[in-house]
């Protein structure tokens, strides 16, 4: 749970405001972005099949997600960049897959392209275009249909994400690529089976799970095996940088950069991670976390009086906080926001010395995160052994939402003494409730999940997903494939979900959604 003394920060949901909703006309123009991409993903393994690696193309596709992952709104010198490289890109790709059936005298299979590439198109064009597109995937197929469909393509941008980031670390990857081309690659065929759809589903989460695994071994690697640790929500008086995300690797970068600088750095949302890697806690500058994370963004940025770093992928729909003090690293990124370029951050640093800073600080309590995995398994094991309990209960991340909070508190409340509870947020530790201290941290929803499912495969074991975002969907979807396995699910974060998946996920996957603390332990105690 997030102290009270934190409370300060605490606001309504960021869609209260729109601020993280996408507009009708960017939504077209993702439309034909996402076409582009089942173009060039057909053509792609078509020269894969015969051995050959188009890096050019993973980049396109790796690049082209990046954008569509950061809900920006898609200006029209934007929207031409894109189509400019696409249209190279395609071109090449083209004539190099003509030139191999040559050689090989077979006659080439080309896809039926609809869009013409042409300067005099404007962007309103395109956008009556991918509203077009779009229309006609509404009448053509059903709605069970498209909810796989909108399934498939957050699990396209969580891999894509995870790709990007391991590939920061000077790391390559490309299996998981080339099952996002032939992901994109069967939107092309005019048959769509649902059990395809599902089975193709399946295995994109086992991938994207495979790669956060991967992930996060070279962060214990490079920065430590994470430790519990205190972390400060205070803040000093001076100068200060917000940094905004996940990807921990570009944390480290400006840390570097401001070491040597009268310059403080605060981490926002999942960031607040890498303060249980112990090499993080040799920055002298970093000094806590600022804010309550991405769904208060709209107050956590409009009163932090310094410059915000947006990393990579950071899920931001900033429209209404262009206040000059917005950076970001990623490739997109809005008007008004200054692109970091070759990990320059002297406009950032500049800004933050021009920028007033915090003139007394606030003090806040501190809030103890993470946990020793080593420790916490024995444990688990220990009482799995020992105790037969009538109900195992796992409870992942959770969100920020009052609601959210008091269905936990509750939850947590009527929890019966013979059922055993592990839970990723903080709570009171009891004798049968052990507590990770870990609400931001994803991956160990899925390793202590995975661990316990295996231990015990002849009880049901009940995972609860109180918030839901992109990368959990992986995971909620890998360990709905064990046959002991009930999964409860949330609310889920707007900026990346279709609210519509959940019946998706409650009628192709066998997943429930919660109700109330009281029927939702009814539920779980009958079943058993």
């Known amino acids: 749970m997030q102290n009270e003394s934190n409370s300060v920060y605490q606001y309504d949901r960021c869609v209260s405001r729109g601020i993280c909703s996408i507009n009708p006309a960017t939504a077209s123009l993702q439309e034909v972005i996402i076409i582009y991409l089942k173009y060039i993903s057909y053509y792609g393994l078509k020269l894969e099949e015969e051995g050959i690696e188009d890096k050019s193309i993973c980049?396109?596709?790796?690049?082209?997600?990046?954008?569509?992952?950061?809900?920006?709104?898609?200006?029209?010198?934007?929207?031409?960049?894109?189509?400019?490289?696409?249209?190279?890109?395609?071109?090449?790709?083209?004539?190099?897959?003509?030139?191999?059936?040559?050689?090989?005298?077979?006659?080439?299979?080309?896809?039926n392209t609809q869009i013409v590439f042409s300067k005099n198109l404007n962007i309103n064009d395109y956008i009556r275009f991918g509203e077009r597109e779009f229309n006609k995937r509404v009448k053509n197929l059903s709605e069970d249909i498209r909810n796989l469909y909108r399934i498939l393509f957050i699990l396209i941008?969580?891999?894509?994400?995870?790709?990007?980031?391991?590939?920061?670390?000077?790391?390559?990857?490309?299996?998981?690529?080339?099952?996002?081309?032939?992901?994109?690659?069967?939107?092309?065929?005019?048959?769509?089976?649902?059990?395809?759809?599902?089975?193709?589903?399946?295995?994109?989460?086992?991938s994207d799970c495979k790669l956060m695994k991967k992930l996060k071994a070279v962060q214990e690697k490079t920065y430590g095996k994470p430790e519990e640790t205190e972390v400060s929500f205070s803040t000093t008086k001076g100068k200060g940088i917000l940094v905004?995300?996940?990807?921990?690797?570009?944390?480290?970068?400006?840390?570097?950069?401001?070491?040597?600088?009268?310059i403080d750095i605060y981490t926002h949302d999942n960031m607040i991670l890498a303060h249980t890697y112990p090499r993080f806690r040799e920055y002298k500058n970093l000094k806590g976390q600022f804010g309550q994370g991405m769904e208060n963004c709209l107050l956590d940025f409009s009163t932090f009086p310094g410059p915000i770093i947006l990393t990579r992928h950071s899920l931001?729909?900033?429209?209404?906080?262009?206040?000059?003090?917005?950076?970001?690293?990623?490739?997109?990124?809005?008007?008004?926001?200054?692109?970091?370029k070759?990990?320059?951050?002297?406009?950032?640093?500049?800004?933050?010395?021009?920028?007033?800073?915090?003139?007394?600080?606030?003090?806040?309590?501190?809030?103890?995160?993470?946990?020793?995995?080593?420790?916490?398994?024995?444990?688990?094991?220990?009482?799995l052994k020992t105790q037969n309990y009538s109900n195992i209960i796992i409870i992942g991340v959770q969100g920020y939402s009052n609601d959210e909070k008091e269905y936990f508190?509750?939850?947590?409340?009527?929890?019966?003494?013979?059922?055993?509870?592990?839970?990723?947020?903080?709570?009171?530790?009891?004798?049968?409730?052990?507590?990770?201290?870990?609400?931001?941290?994803?991956?160990?929803?899925?390793?202590?999940?995975?661990?316990?499912?295996?231990?015990?495969?002849?009880k049901k074991i009940n995972l609860i997903f109180p918030f839901c975002n992109r990368h959990t969907l992986s995971i909620m979807l890998r360990l709905s494939e064990f046959d002991n396995a009930n999964i409860y699910f949330g609310s889920w974060n707007q900026t990346t979900i279709n609210p519509n998946i959940m019946e998706s996920l409650k009628?192709?996957?066998?997943?429930?959604?919660?109700?109330?603390?009281?029927?939702?332990l009814q539920k779980i105690i009958s079943e058993n």
């Open 59 to 111: 980049n396109f596709i790796l690049n082209t997600i990046s954008i569509l992952c950061s809900n920006y709104e898609i200006s029209q010198t934007d929207f031409y960049t894109i189509n400019s490289s696409f249209s190279q890109e395609f071109s090449k790709i083209i004539d190099k897959y003509e030139e191999l059936c040559m050689e090989k005298g077979v006659t080439p299979e080309h896809l």
């Open 157 to 206: 941008k969580s891999i894509c994400i995870n790709i990007l980031t391991f590939e920061s670390y000077g790391m390559v990857i490309h299996d998981e690529i080339s099952e996002v081309m032939h992901t994109f690659n069967l939107l092309n065929t005019s048959k769509k089976d649902k059990n395809e759809l599902k089975k193709f589903a399946l295995k994109l989460a086992a």
């Open 244 to 262: 905004v995300g996940s990807n921990i690797k570009e944390l480290e970068q400006i840390l570097d950069k401001t070491k040597d600088e009268d």
């Open 316 to 340: 931001f729909n900033i429209e209404n906080l262009y206040r000059g003090r917005l950076f970001s690293t990623g490739i997109a990124y809005s008007k008004g926001v200054v692109q970091i």
């Open 342 to 383: 070759n990990n320059d951050f002297s406009e950032v640093i500049n800004s933050a010395k021009e920028t007033k800073g915090f003139k007394t600080g606030k003090k806040c309590a501190p809030e103890k995160i993470g946990y020793d995995y080593e420790k916490i398994n024995e444990d688990i094991k220990e009482k």
């Open 409 to 458: 508190e509750n939850f947590i409340k009527h929890i019966p003494k013979n059922a055993l509870v592990i839970s990723l947020p903080c709570c009171d530790s009891y004798d049968n409730i052990i507590c990770l201290n870990s609400n931001y941290d994803f991956y160990s929803m899925l390793k202590i999940s995975n661990e316990i499912l295996n231990i015990e495969k002849n």
């Open 507 to 520: 009628t192709d996957f066998g997943m429930h959604e919660i109700i109330s603390p009281k029927k939702d």
